[in-house]
């Protein structure tokens, strides 16, 4: 991988693990459109993969008092059922459908009213996150506005709010990781300098982030985190569009 390109990865792996770091989301969305400008569908989704279990592992550990357990092991229930489905199905989507993807998932986490949407604490509520946010990742290869539904109603404070969506999300960019890496036949097509970087970047990003997290409140941590994914919802609609349009 040439040198200017490993340093865009760095550098955008750092900003985007800083970003999921504070707002627990919105920093895969950009690292993944960053990906796919770059390397094709499945390599992203690989580096993608490794990036973000990185970072949200290093999250998970950082908050790891503040995780709810019993959500995140049903979640991974979930998960699996997700895995198993598309390990039978063997789906792979284009360019196009990635960055639609990235773009509708916010616009699906706003239009849904939430009364619909089962809270993760609720009975079967973090079963079917975990299913269709796992489903989101081997589509878009990231489901951070969506799994927010299943959290918006919670009376947890922002802290558990973190901690326990980057367990999820551990999981579910490591199962991202072992799909893609087996829909091309066992070998990443990324370069292990390249990984090495991303798992580097990721645990400084979100090593920085953890001080300004503790600096906000609760209402700033809502309000920031909708319009910032919002806003990057529609760049990649726009994006997505194009491609379609100019095949």
Not at 120 to 135: H, K, P
Request: aromatic share 10%; hydrophobic share 55%; glycine share 10%.
């Amino acid at each position: 991988m040439h040198i200017g390109l490993l340093a865009v990865l760095a550098l955008s792996v750092l900003g985007t693990s800083f970003l999921s770091g504070v707002f627990g989301m919105a920093g895969g969305m950009v690292l993944m459109g960053i990906l796919i400008a770059f390397l094709p569908v499945s390599a992203a989704m690989v580096l993608h993969g490794t990036a973000q279990m990185t970072s949200n592992g290093w999250r998970a550990l950082l908050w790891r008092r503040n995780t709810d357990y019993r959500i995140f092991g049903r979640y991974v229930l979930g998960l699996l059922g997700a895995a198993l489905l598309f390990t039978f199905i063997g789906f792979v989507p284009d360019r196009a459908m990635v960055l639609i993807g990235l773009g509708i998932i916010p616009f699906l986490a706003v239009l849904v009213p939430a009364r619909y949407v089962p809270q993760a604490s609720s009975r079967f509520g973090a079963e079917v996150c975990g299913f269709l946010n796992t489903c989101m990742q081997f589509i878009a290869g990231v489901s951070g506005p969506l799994l927010d539904v299943f959290f918006v109603r919670s009376d947890m404070d922002r802290r558990s709010v973190v901690a326990t969506k980057a367990a999820c999300q551990t999981f579910s960019h490591l199962a991202k990781l072992v799909y893609f890496t087996r829909v091309m036949g066992g070998e990443s097509g990324v370069e292990e300098v390249a990984m090495g970087i991303a798992v580097v970047m990721a645990i400084a990003g979100t090593t920085l982030s953890k001080f300004v997290l503790e600096k906000l409140t609760d209402n700033q941590f809502r309000r920031w985190t909708q319009g910032i994914v919002m806003t990057i919802g529609v760049v990649y609609l726009a994006q997505g569009a194009y491609v379609l349009a100019t095949r």
